[in-house]
């Protein structure tokens, strides 16, 4: 990303969350693949800020569970833990076409209209690929889709599962860019279903066959190469 300069004049909190959004991009896109090792100095001196500031950015990642610290090793980029994917997506498949059929009946057009907008960034977005800005606009798309579920209950289960899938690292088309396309055409297709008003059912089941679909890609992909670990030291 290249070195980024700060202002001194600038305050420790605006250089803290500098640093932290410098490092969750790399650990995200892939540059700091699981095991880096993050070094204080070199951090620092990348964003032209002191190391005040990044260790902040640190303790918050080892705080989200991105990085863990190790006595005489420092602070490392933190695996995924292949299992805990499994079911966080099991988990949210469930729960999230639930909240999505619920929703569906409830959404106005001007919403339905932003997420197509959103899906059509998504689209512009598989020209010169970015999975950060992908996968951020993919979680701004499903919001629209459940934000309107009456049932608090499942909006709570959702919410947790989208969390979960931050601490494992949630960029999955890092690693399986290919499924990028075709998440943007189930978008679409959702997006025809609820403008239909298609039975709660079909909805509910084309949303977890989406989610399904990206759990698939994925666990075909760690059976067969290993996550991208650009930039080790």
């Known amino acids: 990303?290249?070195?980024?300069?700060?202002?001194?004049?600038?305050?420790?909190?605006?250089?803290?969350?500098?640093?932290?959004?410098?490092?969750?991009?790399?650990?995200?896109?892939?540059?700091?693949?699981?095991?880096?090792?993050?070094?204080?100095?070199?951090?620092?001196?990348?964003?032209?800020?002191?190391?005040?500031?990044?260790?902040?950015?640190?303790?918050?990642?080892?705080?989200?569970?991105?990085?863990?610290?190790?006595?005489?090793?420092?602070?490392?980029?933190?695996?995924?833990?292949?299992?805990?994917?499994?079911?966080?997506?099991?988990?949210?498949?469930?729960?999230?076409?639930?909240?999505?059929?619920?929703?569906?009946?409830?959404?106005?057009?001007?919403?339905?209209?932003?997420?197509?907008?959103?899906?059509?960034?998504?689209?512009?977005?598989?020209?010169?690929?970015?999975?950060?800005?992908?996968?951020?606009?993919?979680r701004q798309f499903h919001t629209i889709l459940y934000s309107q579920c009456p049932n608090p209950h499942i909006l709570d289960l959702v919410h947790r599962g989208w969390g979960r899938l931050h601490a494992l690292r949630s960029s999955t088309f890092a690693y399986v860019p290919g499924r990028a396309k075709e998440s943007v055409a189930e978008h679409a297709h959702l997006l025809v279903l609820i403008r239909q008003s298609a039975d709660s059912s079909i909805v509910e089941h084309a949303a977890r066959e989406h989610r399904e679909a990206t759990l698939t890609a994925y666990l075909n992909h760690t059976l067969t190469s290993s996550p991208p670990e650009k930039g080790q030291p």
Do not use: W
């Open 1 to 138: 990303m290249g070195n980024r300069t700060v202002s001194a004049a600038a305050p420790v909190a605006s250089k803290s969350e500098l640093a932290y959004t410098s490092i969750l991009e790399r650990i995200l896109d892939g540059t700091y693949g699981a095991g880096y090792r993050l070094v204080l100095g070199r951090i620092a001196a990348d964003l032209s800020i002191s190391v005040v500031p990044v260790r902040e950015a640190i303790r918050r990642l080892e705080a989200e569970k991105l990085v863990t610290f190790e006595r005489n090793v420092g602070a490392t980029v933190a695996g995924i833990d292949p299992t805990e994917y499994l079911h966080t997506m099991q988990t949210l498949s469930i729960v999230e076409g639930a909240a999505t059929a619920l929703s569906a009946p409830l959404l106005t057009a001007a919403e339905l209209n932003t997420a197509e907008l959103i899906n059509e960034d998504m689209r512009r977005c598989l020209e010169d690929f970015d999975p950060v800005r992908f996968t951020t606009l993919n």
